[in-house]
């Protein structure tokens, strides 16, 4: 008998439906929410009525896809957090009562540890242990993964993730929500050298970008008063400008922590894992530090629900099943 899994990722603002079949992937179907670009931001209260919305044609599109009548399903997986509570409800609530008509087991996921899992869905795969340095739009965090369900934290931000800096600080530019696609297109036209922001000092393998956001306001607010076309004149310098210090700040902890634990097999996953520059730069370092550097394709960064269904796989494979009973945690830990 094949181990199929229908997997749902509903923990932000897209909608997302996978199937898997003994751990390959046959549908990953996205239904994304325009709704929120106008506000700048993702209105909670919109994202779940959206999911709402979705859930339905977007599952049934899945399992059409992957030519996998719900009766041969052998579980449902679902993220469970860390994510907006609302979203979340949504996903598990659908997944619970699916299971419990199809009389077959519920399996929980941590969307954190999913986005590191998101390496195992296709070749080149890592060996473990591995760091990965998980980049999102609400984390960013160094971990050792000792095995597919077994990671430890090292590091992670104190305030803002590296999503978050790359849309606050976009926003400040004017850019629209999110903003962290627009800066790495518009970085790619820029000066990287053309301007200088703060870097934190954090202590051992924390992570801070608050320091950036503000330094970035300043020096905008500042530069306006004595031109107010500064930004229009600047922008693909100051995207560039930007994206650099993120990234610099992103690869300084990584390499301390390759050091000190001895590891040279090293991934990066999230959301800001597609942004090019970051890609490149893991690349160049990887290859002067003799790293294997791991960089998922780019329909695995952002938000999917094949990363939660090739975490289910192996959760399923450990027979790590979950009660009915069970509650959404928007701060899920691992
Ligand atoms: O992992 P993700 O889809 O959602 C969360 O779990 O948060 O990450 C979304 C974040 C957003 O902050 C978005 O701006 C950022 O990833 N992002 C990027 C790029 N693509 C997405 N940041 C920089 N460059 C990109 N190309
Ligand atoms: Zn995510």
Known sequence: MSINILAIESSCDDTSAAVFSDGKLLSNIMASQEVHSQYGGVVPELASREHQKHIVPTVDLALKEAKIDKSELSAIAFTLGPGLIGSLMVGTSFAKS??????????????????????????????????????????SQLVLVKDYLNMEIIGETIDDAAGEAFDKTGKILGLGYPAGPLVDKLAAKGNPDAFTFAEPRVPEFDYSFSGLKTSVLYFIQKQLKEDEEFIEKNLNDLCASIQKTIIK?????????????????????????????????????AKEKGWNSYIPHISYCTDNAAM?????????????FADQGVIPDPRLKF
């Open 308 to 320: 939660i269904g090739i975490t289910a796989h192996y959760k399923y494979l450990n027979k790590e």
């Open 249 to 285: 700040i992103l690869m300084k902890n990584l390499i301390k922590v390759a050091k000190k634990y001895e590891i040279n097999e090293i991934a990066i996953a999230g959301g800001v894992s597609a942004n090019s520059g970051l890609r490149k730069e893991l690349e160049s370092v």
């Open 98 to 139: 699916m299971a419990l008509a199809l009389g077959i087991p519920i399996i929980t996921v941590n969307h954190m540890q999913a986005h590191i899992l998101a390496h195992f869905i296709e070749e080149p795969q890592p060996s473990f242990p591995f760091i990965c340095l998980t980049v999102s739009g609400g984390h």
